[in-house]
């Protein structure tokens, strides 16, 4: 159930959904800027979302109690390379969302962590549309999508640190 957590609280997303069987818990995973569809911030035309698709779907997270104004209208998309996460306690999580008129109701999930890059520490969120309502622009099972303000001057390629509470997500 969705306000208790993720689906499967104890699945790894990886190449393949398994079981959970051990975790690191690594605090500070190394991680690298990837490129994303564009579709999220709107950098991608699209003629249904010409403005991006969070731009219709932040007004609704407001009203739903998550205010994400201070964030950059877009995400960052972060390659674990060789690791996968566990996503388990979500920050917020929002069922059937109906941002779009053409487009079926999504659920949602948001998990608290943290990013550092070069002397920059900045609180950020896990966006996660839930695979199983999410009708396209899925992402690869080692991306994060992250929602975070603006880091004026990063692109893809750049390393950064992503880091999370053990009982909000665990990287193996």
């Known amino acids: 159930m969705c306000a208790s957590g993720p689906e499967e609280p104890d699945t790894v997303f990886s190449s393949a959904f398994v079981r959970r069987r051990t975790s690191l ?28 698709t969070l731009a219709l779907q932040i007004p609704l997270f407001k009203k739903l109690g998550l205010s994400l104004e201070s964030y950059f209208r877009g995400t960052l998309n972060l390659d674990l390379g060789r690791h996968s996460f566990c996503l388990k306690e979500p920050t917020y999580c929002f069922a059937e969302v109906e941002w779009s008129p053409i487009m079926p109701p999504e659920n949602f999930s948001f998990y608290a962590c943290r990013l550092r890059w070069k002397d920059l520490h900045a609180e950020a969120l896990v966006y996660w549309p839930h695979p199983s309502t999410k009708p396209e622009f899925h992402q690869a099972s080692n ?30």
Do not use: Q, W, Y
Not at 147 to 172: Q, T, W
């Open 25 to 52: 818990s690594l605090n500070g995973l190394s991680v690298t800027v990837s490129k994303g569809h564009g579709i999220a911030s709107g950098k991608t035309r699209d003629p249904r979302f010409p403005e991006g």
């Open 143 to 172: 991306v994060l999508e992250i929602l975070a303000p603006e880091l004026r001057g990063i692109s893809c390629g750049d390393r950064l640190d992503l880091e999370a509470e053990p009982r909000i997500m665990v990287f193996e």
